[in-house]
């Protein structure tokens, strides 16, 4: 079974930064790892979930949504999944949820990609 966490959400002041972390278990039976694609989503209150950025790390590949491009880095180290957010604006509040799939996948800022997904942490961004 596939578990999906984030961590590191919480209150900033616009201009501010956060690293949001995410974690999975249980991804490595029968399936071909090295093909995986990660990717965070971000639902604002009242608004559709979206994509905001998303990353094959083996080759690596990064993708981002225009929202966050020059604000948003992905990245993944061996264990974990990292959006590190700099110049937070208060249009970038919302639930912001971690998302895998095993295998190939496109576009990769597509929501049905994944078949895996995180309970979602919190960012807030005000003054």
């Known amino acids: 079974q596939v578990q999906v966490a984030e961590s590191g959400g919480g209150l900033v002041q616009p201009g501010g930064s956060l690293n949001l972390s995410c974690t999975a278990s249980?991804?490595?039976?029968?399936?071909?790892?090295?093909?995986?694609?990660w990717g965070w989503f971000r639902q604002a209150p009242g608004k559709e979930r979206e994509g905001i950025a998303a990353?094959?790390?083996?080759?690596?590949s990064t993708y981002y949504a225009d929202s966050g491009k020059d604000r948003f880095t992905i990245s993944k180290d061996n264990t974990n999944l990292i959006l590190q957010m700099d110049n937070l604006k208060p249009e970038d509040t919302g639930t912001y949820f971690c998302?895998?799939?095993?295998?190939?996948?496109?576009?990769?800022?597509?929501?049905?990609?994944?078949?895996?997904w995180g309970q979602g942490t919190q960012v807030t961004v005000s003054s």
């Open positions: 249980g991804l490595t039976s029968g399936v071909p790892f090295d093909r995986s694609v």
């Open positions: 998302a895998i799939r095993p295998d190939h996948c496109a576009p990769p800022l597509r929501q049905g990609c994944y078949p895996y």
């Open positions: 990353i094959y790390p083996v080759v690596p």
